[in-house]
């Protein structure tokens, strides 16, 4: 059995308004873990969603449209280590320049099907093809698909190879490595229920969408009753078991409001389609003013904590595994977190 808890820091990672005022985009979110390779100079980091969107400190904006609304992806670099400080910097601002991925062509092609943005980016890298995988959502303000493009560098905006939609009305998506010789998998939706996809031999541009099955589903009564997509890319525990954390949407307090939060579940080392253990209690419940969008903070939608990405951290104690996370918090500025889960 696992017991999983997640500390969050109190102060954002990531946000335009004062205190913090290290961001040149007004809405900053959707944070997905750039790991540090030798294609990327050894950098470590996030790529964060960002757009532009006039607004006023706790009104909320829902920030939508093509232009300087449409969804970009930024590059920020982490300052020093995030392993142990509970409070994690950027290096520097994250500047109008830091846009490294964005909507396709669409300057001369106004059918293009990201036309409103590229969103919800979940990054893996492969180590076996020294590649980046990202899946994202292409949205052309009429239809949403859940997208794939690589890279070498995700640090740069050249370089990238978009290739197209895997499936429609999928809007987000995660990649499993498993070890060789299995195949990887694909945990995708945004629905009532999520799936598992394997991929097509060791691929991760090909996966067999005709071999999905139900890996998870709402659950009446309780936070994820509404729906549920996949989040950040499974985190491998010492045990061989991955821990999974999904976003959900449902009714969050006694006062009926609506909270769009993360739930996790245990996925079987040896077979992932396989759920061991799923939480009983949202890990992550709003309490701070940036996760509620409260000033003097940026509000885009409020009552949102989505994690995006993550890795795992050094633990001292036995049967014990940490991992850092990065989450957008009322979809307009970036915090982070320390998930520990121990094991028996």
Known sequence: ???????????????????????????????????????????????????????????????????????????????????????????????????????????????????????????????????????????????AGLSLASTADPTRRDGWQRHGYLIDDAKSGSILLHAAPSPHFLIWGCSSTLHIAPSVGRSLLRWDFNRSTPLLSVRPGYWDSAFVESAMPPLMLSTGDYLFFYDSLGVWNQTGETGFQPGWAVLNGSDPTQVLQRAQVPPMPFTLPWEKGIPPWGCNVPLVTNLGGGHAIPSQKPAEDKFRLYFGGADAVVGTAVATVRFH
Not at 30 to 54: A, D, E, F, K
């Open 1 to 143: 059995m696992y017991a999983v808890v997640v500390n969050v820091s109190t102060t954002p990672l990531l946000a335009m308004p004062p205190p913090l005022s290290n961001s040149d985009w007004a809405q900053v979110f959707n944070p997905t873990w750039v790991q540090p390779s030798n294609g990327n100079g050894n950098r470590s980091g996030l790529l964060v969603r960002s757009q532009n969107c006039s607004f006023t400190p706790g009104q909320c904006t829902r920030c939508a449209g093509t232009g300087q609304k449409a969804s970009w992806l930024t590059w920020v670099e982490l300052q020093g280590d995030d392993s142990s400080a509970p409070e994690v910097k950027i290096h520097g601002r994250l500047g109008k320049d830091a846009a490294v991925f964005g909507p396709f062509d669409c300057d001369t092609n106004p059918q293009c099907d990201d036309l409103w943005g590229t969103e919800d980016p979940r990054l893996t890298f492969d180590a076996e093809t020294q590649l980046y995988y990202l899946l994202y959502n292409s949205w052309s303000g009429k239809r």
